[in-house]
């Protein structure tokens, strides 16, 4: 018999609606674990126990009440750049360090009127700006299935957590594959849906226009009930879309007979790792077995998608985060000698190397004189890029393309070589840049045994049929069952 | 050489919402430092705006009541500078791409009135206010006021005059103050107002080198300042001095300009499209449903009152300074067709009580009925222009209806006639032999008889109205006693 972190959150449920178990001993068992390997994989920045029980002392209630949902009592480990309210959000970063947030974001209101219990903080990258959680503050987490290696950022503490049995389910937010990347690494199924479709309300901003919030989980009906839970229009969100968003269960068994996948060619000639080239091409046999066609196709501007995110990017962060002065919460310097000193002191010291770099490459690019050459050709870019993908749907379903040029790499192997990291997003910043759908299912494993994730791509908000592809090669493959050994 | 001034001004005016610009906050003055503010207007991490759509619908009011073209599609953008009383460390505002361009307002000086075009109108939040302790090196920040909507009115530089500029300033404030999506206090800061300004050899059609003024918070600075500024420039160029692009700051204690940063130092704001916020799109729906709502402007409800009702254009250009002024002027007229007396009177009396505060006609004491039946009297002869004006300062200080007061005061006056008459008569009763006499021919003996009647009122009754009445009396106690 498996131990109850060893379950996904369909089987949980099923546990809670038989009685068989309650969310108290489901909780003891996740924070049980924590308490076992969170010492080797450091997943979380803040671990809950006490207010995690006491979520779960509540969802028993409900589920005794019998007016419990899909998830209501299913632990869940939440981003540290999300806001829940009378707990710490550091985003990673010191001069967040002690800042707590008077104040529910949108999805943690979501989470809790479903009745989830959450489990603590997840780690990442300081202020989403990493893809292997290297710049946290806080330190690093590690790689379940390899302890020496990244386990993929900025995101990386939730798909750790999931891998480790440290929470059944996790959130994380994706700017540039935060979310595909991490869960990619470390061999789970996670999801940036459209841009509009999850509330950004009390996401701490990287960058507005690219950042969502998205789903990690153990496989795709997992998935598609916690979309359930955080898709929707929110009012308090501009940019948050107002339409119906479908039950995504509903995609779980739907035959993938007839579709086409889309297999851009400026995606696959870069592709020069053999263990992932491998890995492709098995899936896509297992995909053409159940009856999906394949099409070459072009993304003719999709080489300017790394550039045109590093303006675009850091340019709204150098203003989303002008607000950590030192005035109103957050760390201040202790010592300085005028106000223009404390914001200069405070900022040094409060934020890290990567923060401060992409801080003044966008300060730099909305400079006067700057702004046309840099930030303007990016915004131009980014609409070329979005055309793109606009004819490629034309001639496929959805794009199928690696999530990473290769498997986890190690600790420390590219921390002082920014570009060589900027590089890891190839595959994914893309969809952010045209605020598309994204999908990553484990899709096998190196000759190491290392994780290698499959990435989708789907038009604007058909995040049902992401669910849909990813469902069917998860009830013909077993990939996504592997557990890496603690 | 004979120079001349060029001012362009930008006026920021705060709208009179309910709520802030992008959170729910009140925008209500005067409360405790920082209990009008919310995570939104604070700042704090992970917050998001959502635009008051009151306020763009008083900024398309105000775009209307300027004849702007109103952009079916704008955008937000950032204004990025560090501040202590601006807690996201931007503003939100326009740039590129404002809600308003291309409009113009009427100003009137001696006698003449001109157009001044208007460049643009754009909304933005405001920003909080510092208090600085006095005793100790201690600064505190106010965000009520954060995020109070704004609209930035910038006018082309077509100003010549700091006459001008002032009535410029009044024509907007008084379009603002009767859209009612202002209440133009400069004083306060809800109306504010920088100044660019240049000069050039008179004829010249290039600018010169501009500086901004700053800090001028009534129209009486405005003009000083302007004036200062330009004396000042002029100067320098006839020196043979250049004028340095820069912004200045006048000091109302000293009434000088002075410099507060060079170009150099001038702020790169690094403004971008604000992502948080979808291009602000205004239908055509939006905007006729705010044209339905357009009261008639000051302009045409002037020029009304000089084609309709035949004010002289001085008189109507007062009256309408503002809605209420206005409005109490035509109510009066309605009840009293007598446009011009009506006008003469509110312009002078009613004025002389307001003490110059126009909008204070909103709590007037005398009604607008009131003030037209007391004109009714004063026409009709029944009362004299002296006692109709006393029985209006009556009226306005007791709350009263001046008519009621008139009547009252008849009484008042009736009675006391009937009782003086019992005292003269019990006087000449009890000094027979003092008639006798004075009937006889000794008429010095009245001045008698008068202090008789003082010393049985104590002094109060009217020695006009006892000498009268006791002439009359002693003329009839002469014809019944021969």
């Known amino acids: 018999m498996s131990e109850l972190y060893e379950l996904t959150a369909v089987e949980l449920a099923a546990l809670l609606n038989e009685r068989k178990t309650s969310s108290v001993e489901i909780t003891r068992a996740v924070l049980d674990r924590i308490a076992a390997v969170e010492e080797r994989v450091h997943a979380f920045i803040t671990v809950r126990p006490e207010s995690a029980l006491s979520m779960a002392a509540e969802a028993d209630q409900r589920i005794a009440a019998g007016n419990q949902r899909p998830l209501t009592g299913i632990p869940i480990a939440v981003k540290d750049n999300m806001c829940v309210k009378g707990e710490r959000a550091t985003c990673g970063s010191k001069i967040l360090e002690n800042f707590v947030p008077p104040y529910d974001s949108t999805v943690v209101k979501r989470l809790r009127e479903e009745g989830m219990v959450i489990v603590g903080a997840a780690n990442m990258d300081e202020f989403a700006m990493g893809s292997s959680t290297e710049t946290s503050c806080f330190g690093t987490s590690r790689n379940p299935w390899d302890l020496d290696l990244i386990p993929g950022g900025s995101s990386g503490g939730s798909a750790a957590a999931i891998a480790a049995g440290e929470a059944i389910m996790a959130l994380g937010s994706d700017t540039g594959g935060s979310i ?43 998935l598609s009930l916690l979309l359930n ?13 107002p339409r119906d968003y479908p039950d995504f269960t509903t995609f779980l068994e739907q035959s993938l007979a007839g579709m086409t996948l889309g297999m851009p060619r400026e995606f696959f000639s870069k592709l020069d790792h053999p263990d992932v080239s491998r890995v492709m091409a098995e899936a896509r046999q297992v995909f053409e077995g159940l009856g999906v066609k394949f099409v070459e196709l072009s993304l003719p501007h999709l080489d300017y998608g790394i550039a045109a995110y590093y303006i675009i990017a850091p340019s709204e962060a150098s203003s989303n985060l002008a607000r950590y002065d030192g005035v109103k919460y957050g760390h201040r310097a202790e010592q300085f000698d005028s106000m223009i000193d404390m914001y200069c002191q405070t900022r040094a010291q409060g934020f890290g190397a990567e923060v401060k770099r992409r801080i003044m490459l966008g300060t730099y690019a909305l400079s006067s004189g700057y702004y046309d050459a840099y930030y303007l050709k990016a915004a131009k870019i980014r609409t070329l890029i979005t055309n793109d993908f606009k004819s490629a749907f034309e001639k496929c379903d959805a794009i199928y393309c690696p999530t990473a040029p290769t498997p986890p790499f190690a600790i420390g192997a590219k921390i002082d070589d920014p570009i060589q990291m900027y590089l890891t997003d190839v595959f994914t910043i893309p969809v952010n840049m045209a605020g598309l759908p994204g999908l990553t299912i484990p899709g096998g494993f190196s000759a190491d045994g290392l994780p290698v994730g499959l990435q989708f791509i789907a038009p604007h908000f058909k995040e049902g049929l992401l669910v849909q592809l990813a469902a069917a090669f998860q009830q013909t493959t077993d990939h996504h069952l592997k557990r890496p050994q603690l | 050489m004979e120079y001349e001034a060029v001012i362009g001004l930008e006026v920021h005016a705060q709208l009179l919402t309910d709520s802030k610009a992008f959170c729910s906050c009140t925008t209500k003055f005067g409360a405790a430092p920082n209990s009008n503010t919310c995570p939104i207007c604070q700042g704090m991490p992970g917050v998001l705006p959502v635009l008051n759509r009151k306020a763009l619908e008083f900024t398309v009011l105000m775009a209307l009541a300027c004849h702007c073209d109103i952009k079916p599609v704008s955008r937000f953008a950032r204004k990025n500078y560090y501040y202590p009383d601006l807690p996201k460390n931007y503003q939100i505002s326009q740039y590129e791409l404002p809600v308003a361009e291309h409009g113009w307002v009427e100003i009137e000086t001696d006698g003449e009135t001109r157009r001044i075009s208007l460049t643009r109108i754009h909304m933005e939040e405001d920003a909080g206010k510092l208090i600085h302790d006095e005793r100790k090196p201690v600064s505190y920040v106010d965000l009520n006021r954060t995020g109070v909507p704004l609209i930035e009115i910038v006018s082309e530089p077509e100003i010549k005059s700091p006459e001008e500029a002032a009535a410029y300033l009044k024509s907007l404030r008084s379009i603002l103050v009767y859209l009612r999506i202002c209440d133009g206090n400069m004083e306060e800061g809800s109306f504010r107002c920088d100044a660019n300004v240049s000069v050039r050899p008179k004829g010249e059609s290039t600018l010169g080198v501009k500086a901004e003024l700053k800090n001028m918070n009534s129209f009486r600075y405005v003009q000083k300042a302007l004036q200062y500024e ?17 912004t200045r700051l006048f000091d109302p204690s000293t009434g000088i300009t002075a ?11 690094r403004y971008f499209p604000d992502p948080d916020l979808l291009p602000l799109r205004v239908d055509d729906d939006l905007i006729e449903r705010m044209r339905s709502r357009l009261p008639e402007l000051p302009a045409e409800k002037r020029d009304r009152f000089v084609r309709d009702l035949g004010i002289p254009l001085y008189d109507a250009g007062v009256l309408t300074a503002s809605r209420e002024l206005a409005g109490y002027f035509e109510e009066t007229v309605k009840l009293c067709p007598n446009p011009k007396s009506v006008s003469n009177w509110i312009m002078t009396e009613l004025m002389r009580m307001l003490k110059g505060d126009e909008a204070g006609i909103a709590n007037c004491p005398v009604s607008p009925a009131g003030l037209a039946e007391l004109l009714r009297l004063v026409e009709q002869g029944t009362i004299s222009g002296k006692m109709a004006k006393t029985l209006f300062e009556k009226a306005y200080a007791s709350g009263r209806d001046p008519v009621a007061l008139f009547e009252e005061d008849r009484k008042v006056q009736i009675s006391d006639q009937i009782e003086l008459g019992k005292i003269i008569g019990k006087v000449l009763d009890d000094n027979p032999g003092e008639v006798a006499r004075y009937l006889s021919g000794k008429k010095q003996l009245l001045g008698f008889f008068v202090g008789q009647v003082m010393k049985e009122t104590s002094g109060q009754a009217n020695p006009k109205l006892v000498n009268g009445m006791l002439i009359a009396e002693l003329a009839k106690r002469s014809t019944s006693g021969s």
């Not at chain 2, 330009?230 to 340095?244: A, C, F, M, P, S």
């Open chain 1, 180 to 222: 595909r990347l991490p869960a990619a690494f470390c061999s789970v199924t996670g999801m940036k849906p459209t841009y509009g479709s999850v509330s950004r309300y009390g996401l701490v901003a990287y960058a507005s226009s690219l950042d969502q919030i998205g789903p990690f989980a153990k496989n795709a009906s997992d």
């Open chain 1, 229 to 241: 839970v955080i898709c929707g229009h929110d009012p308090s969100d501009s940019t948050s879309v």
């Open chain 2, 230 to 246: 330009i004396d000042r420039q002029i100067e320098l160029v006839r020196e043979g001095g250049r004028v340095v692009q820069e």
């Open chain 2, 259 to 269: 410099s507060m940063r060079s170009k150099e130092q001038a702020h790169d704001y």
